[in-house]
């Protein structure tokens, strides 16, 4: 059974932090991966995708891969109140079907 | 319109009445996706299509019948469901899995559904 494995949360951080949010899988094959934000009440924003081993960065995310450990994590620098959502990991083997982990809900304080 | 867009927003019906879900993208896929969420659970995929061809059926019960006419919409009919059915209704479009990984997935709105 294919998972995606991430922490609930809540993670809570003061505004001006970094948020740090992970995400393992279990299927060692998976090719493509993905962060989504999903405000209360919406539909899941595509933020990020990553391909290759490495930090990927687009303004104040950066998406970071380990295929070797099968861990995938989003950084959000200089969090903001508005950055307050849940954060969904996707994960894709070649041809496959995404697969969503849980979403770690992130509050950012004042 | 722009991106994906999904009708009605929000839905209530009875177990006894037949609705229908639409959808359309207006990005130039050729893959479009059903995803039924529910509180505390992850989004669970229930149907794909591939330039109109189902390509995947996810153990999806038969009160939920899928219709795609073209590449650019997607219907869900609802006919008989139960309450437990009750969730957001999420639809969303790629370019083709065939032949890749890489393709990135774009989603609705939603509709809200609640069966009384």
């Known amino acids: 059974q294919k998972e995606v494995e991430q922490n609930s949360g809540p993670l809570s951080v003061p505004e001006g932090a970094i948020a740090s949010l992970n995400c393992t899988y279990s299927?060692?094959?998976?090719?493509?991966f993905f962060w989504y934000r999903q405000y209360s009440g919406k539909s899941p924003e595509l933020i990020m995708s990553i391909y290759s081993n490495g930090d990927k960065e687009d303004g104040r995310f950066t998406a970071q891969l380990n295929k070797a450990s099968q861990y995938v994590s989003l950084l959000i620098r200089d969090s903001q109140p508005s950055d307050s959502a849940t954060y969904l990991c996707a994960v894709r083997v070649f041809e496959g079907n995404l697969i969503f982990g849980k979403g770690t809900k992130l509050s950012v304080k004042p | 319109e722009t991106g994906v867009t999904q009708t009605p927003r929000h839905l209530v019906m009875g177990m006894t009445n037949k609705k229908s879900l639409k959808c359309e993208q207006h990005l130039g896929h050729n893959a479009m996706y059903w995803y039924k969420q529910s509180a505390k659970k992850p989004l669970e995929l229930m149907f794909v299509y591939n330039f109109k061809e189902q390509t995947e059926n996810n153990s999806v019960p038969s009160r939920f019948s899928p219709e795609c006419p073209n590449s650019s919409h997607l219907f869900l009919h609802l006919h008989t469901l139960q309450p437990e059915d009750s969730a957001l209704y999420l639809c969303?479009?790629?370019?083709?899995?065939?032949?890749?990984?890489?393709?990135?997935?774009?989603f609705g709105p939603g509709t809200r559904l609640t069966v009384l």
């Open positions: 969303a479009s790629s370019h083709s899995s065939r032949g890749s990984s890489y393709n990135e997935q774009f």
């Open positions: 299927d060692r094959v998976s090719q493509s």
